[in-house]
């Protein structure tokens, strides 16, 4: 007879929504809290010249209050303020932060440049999470101004639109000719007939 319990596909929901980003629950009363939410972090950097000793993936809950970014281990250690290996928060002063074009093991992967020389990944579940993470981070880097026309242009130009699309300098047929010479080069063993 079948256990009352749970699926494994009701516990698999479960655990990816909770891996979505979420707005912050209080926008409107506190607008320093900027955005939190699970991302994977990847420090590659913690110098200009010294690449991190430990540059691993690891799932962490991350929250921009200010200019800060400060990790968590989960919802409930960023409540309490116990911060992930007690780290101190991020300074989001002066910092770039754009996609990871040139990162291609993993997709929807932005990167995160500290003035210190700190340098860090992140991958975000789709494009519109890591492009409202990109947006959120400049936002706090730029003296808190956001992207209005007060903001300096060199700021404005970093930023994303919601809704990027990174395939726009090629026509949709010129892309399936792409597609195919990618498969000729994966297949080379065979002959092409």
């Known amino acids: 007879e079948?256990?009352?319990?749970?699926s494994p596909t009701t516990d698999r929901k479960s655990k990816t929504s909770q891996s979505s980003t979420l707005p912050s629950k209080n926008q409107d009363t506190s607008p320093s809290l900027q955005l939190e939410g699970l991302l994977h972090r990847k420090?590659?950097?913690?110098g200009h010249?010294?690449?991190?000793?430990?540059?691993?993936?690891h799932n962490v809950y991350c929250v921009i209050n200010k200019r800060e970014l400060g990790f968590y281990k989960d919802t409930k250690a960023a409540?309490?303020?116990?911060?992930?290996?007690?780290e101190a928060p991020l300074s989001l002063k002066d910092?770039?932060?754009?996609?990871?074009?040139?990162?291609?093991?993993?997709?929807?992967?932005?990167?995160?440049?500290?003035?210190?020389?700190n340098e860090f990944?992140?991958?975000?579940?789709?494009?519109?999470?890591?492009?409202?993470?990109?947006?959120?981070?400049?936002?706090?880097?730029?003296?808190?101004?956001g992207s209005?026309?007060?903001?300096?242009?060199?700021?404005?130009?970093?930023?994303?639109?919601?809704?990027?699309t990174l395939t726009t300098e090629s026509s949709p047929g010129k892309r399936e000719k792409d597609k195919e010479k990618e498969k000729e080069k994966r297949f080379s063993l065979f002959s092409k007939k």
């Open 2 to 6: 079948p256990s009352p319990s749970a």
């Open 43 to 46: 420090h590659e950097w913690e």
């Open 49 to 57: 010249n010294k690449k991190a000793s430990n540059r691993s993936w």
């Open 79 to 86: 409540a309490q303020g116990v911060s992930y290996h007690n």
């Open 95 to 117: 910092a770039t932060c754009d996609v990871a074009s040139d990162y291609k093991k993993k997709k929807h992967v932005f990167k995160l440049r500290l003035a210190d020389g």
């Open 121 to 145: 990944l992140f991958h975000a579940k789709d494009e519109e999470e890591m492009s409202t993470w990109i947006q959120a981070i400049l936002n706090a880097s730029a003296d808190g101004q």
């Open 148 to 164: 209005n026309p007060g903001t300096p242009a060199s700021v404005r130009a970093q930023t994303l639109p919601a809704a990027v």
